[in-house]
Structure formats: C-alpha cells, structure tokens
C-alpha cells in the first residue's frame, strides 16, 4: 500500500496557493491508488486552500467530488468533508448554511473517539465561530476546551494553545476578566512546556496576559509583563507597536503622561503601518504621542 505523507505536515496556512500546488503534485499518485480514504481527504484539503482564496465556487466542486467517493464507514473522511463544506460557506458569509454541517462533523466524531478527536475538537472550534449568540459561542468554545485538555491524542490536544487564547479573548471582550487571565496564562505555560521553540508565539501569549492585567487595573504588573518583553524584542533587534502602546497606556494611568509619551509615539510609527487597525485607534496614539 502507498505511504502518503499525512496532510496536515503539508499545509501552510498562510500560504494556500503554495499549499494547493504541494497537494496537486500528490492528486495523481493518490489517485492511481487505492487508498479512496486519503484521495478524499486530499480532496477536501485542496477545497480548503480555495476558501481560503474566497475561490468558493471551486471548493464546491471539489467537494461535490469528494462526497462522491465517499462510503459509510470513511467517518474522518466524512468529517473533513462536512467542516470544509462549512468552512467555505461560512467564509462566504453564509453561516447559517455552515451550522449544521457542523453540527454533523461534531456528532460522527463524538461516535469514534479518540480517533477522530482533532477533528471534533475543530468542529466545536468552528461551531463558536459561526454562531451568532454569545452564550452558544462560549458554550461550544468551552466544549472544544474541554475536549482538549482530556484527549489522549497528541495533535488534538496540540489545539489548546488557540482554544486558550480564542476563549480568553471571548471573556476578556464580555468583560470577565479573570476568567480571561487564568486562559492566557494557561496559554502561555501551554505553548513553554510544548512549543519552547517558538519564542513569538510565546511572547504573544505573555502580551495577552499583559494585556489583561491592565483591563483588572493591576497597572504595576500589566507594566512589568511589558517591559520584560520590550527588552525580549530589544535583545533581538526587533521592535513591537503594540508592546509600546500596552507600555504607554500602563504609565498613563499610573499619571506619568511625559514617561507615556515617547511610547505612544513609537506605537504610532510601528502600527501606522499596518492597513487593518481602526483609525481611532491610530489617531489616538498619534495624539498622545505628540503631547
């Protein structure tokens, strides 16, 4: 029998267009042989790298071929079909159609655990994301947390960073700030116990424990986490907008507005650069940056 790299070591999710070709190099020999499991996996991953290219209409197709092969007993595979189709309806701003695909992907892979444990966790992820009431989206994120955190399964339980983070952002904007702090320290214990490697990822998890402090008025502490990584990115040469704004806003309500203004003012020239942040925002730093 073939021995087929696993999908997901060929995936970069920011680049799908280099994705696709890496899998359509592989469709051929795949399917040539008769392993029809992977050939619908294969397929559904190459829908995938289309939604993501909002390039909807050929992830259909894709998968209307997929569903094809498919049998009965293929349940992972029936599950990637189902999360892709409702990925790219979801991305096409149609979650209502996206809901109960997912729904179907949760239920066959709470039926195979824990083979299908990455799989179900992604489909809970994606059930909170397309909900629209708040207590669903917290009631699905929590599942997928929980689902997380018991696997046996070393890949399912790789989702915990996101769910931590996800979910601590979830109860940081519904003001539950503590629940919020206990998540992104999970996080960032999380990802220095499995990802040491990653010291960005790291640094971003400690930013939101930072950032958090801050919303709980611990402005001392909240200063201290960012100043530790101001001097991170200093010994690296590297320079992060929003470690000087999170800096500036701690000595501002701590009342030292002239210690607060050179960092807003290098916030403002690090983040003026990106073309997603609100104008207000911009507007703002470059304001207190000026004095």
Not at 19 to 37: C, D, G, K, Y
Not at 40 to 49: F, G
Not at 66 to 85: G, K, S
Not at 238 to 250: H, L, N, P, R, S
Request: hydrophobic fraction near 45%.
């Amino acid at each position: 029998m073939n021995q087929f790299p696993e999908l997901h070591t060929l995936w970069n999710y920011n680049d799908p267009a280099g994705t696709a070709v890496r899998f359509e190099q592989l469709l051929p020999e795949v399917a040539a042989s008769a392993n029809r499991a992977y050939h619908v996996e294969l397929l559904s991953q190459l829908a995938r790298t289309h939604s993501l290219r909002r390039q909807f209409a050929q992830a259909h197709q894709l998968l209307d071929k997929a569903n094809e092969m498919l049998r009965d007993e293929m349940v992972v595979p029936q599950m990637c079909c189902l999360l892709e189709r409702g990925r790219t309806f979801n991305s096409a701003g149609e979650p209502e159609r996206a809901l109960p695909l997912f729904e179907a992907a949760f239920v066959l892979g709470t039926a195979v655990s824990p083979q299908a444990d990455y799989h179900t966790i992604d489909a809970a992820h994606m059930l909170a994301i397309a909900q629209f009431n708040p207590t669903e989206q917290l009631r699905w994120n929590e599942h997928a947390l929980a689902l997380a955190e018991a696997t046996p399964d070393a890949r399912a339980a790789s989702w915990l960073g996101s769910l931590y983070n996800n979910l601590g952002w979830t109860y940081h904007d519904l003001g539950e700030f503590d629940r919020a702090l206990e998540l992104f320290e999970k996080a960032v214990a999380w990802r220095q116990a499995v990802h040491p490697d990653q010291p960005e990822t790291i640094r971003i998890a400690k930013w939101c424990v930072g950032r958090t402090l801050r919303s709980l008025a611990r402005l001392e502490a909240a200063l201290a986490v960012q100043q530790a990584l101001l001097a991170e990115h200093e010994s690296t040469g590297q320079a992060d907008g929003f470690v000087f704004e999170e800096i500036g806003e701690c000595l501002l309500g701590l009342g030292q507005e002239a210690e607060a203004r050179p960092f807003f003012a290098q916030a403002y020239a690090e983040l003026s650069q990106l073309d997603w942040l609100e104008p207000g925002r911009l507007a703002r730093l470059q304001r207190l940056g000026n004095g």
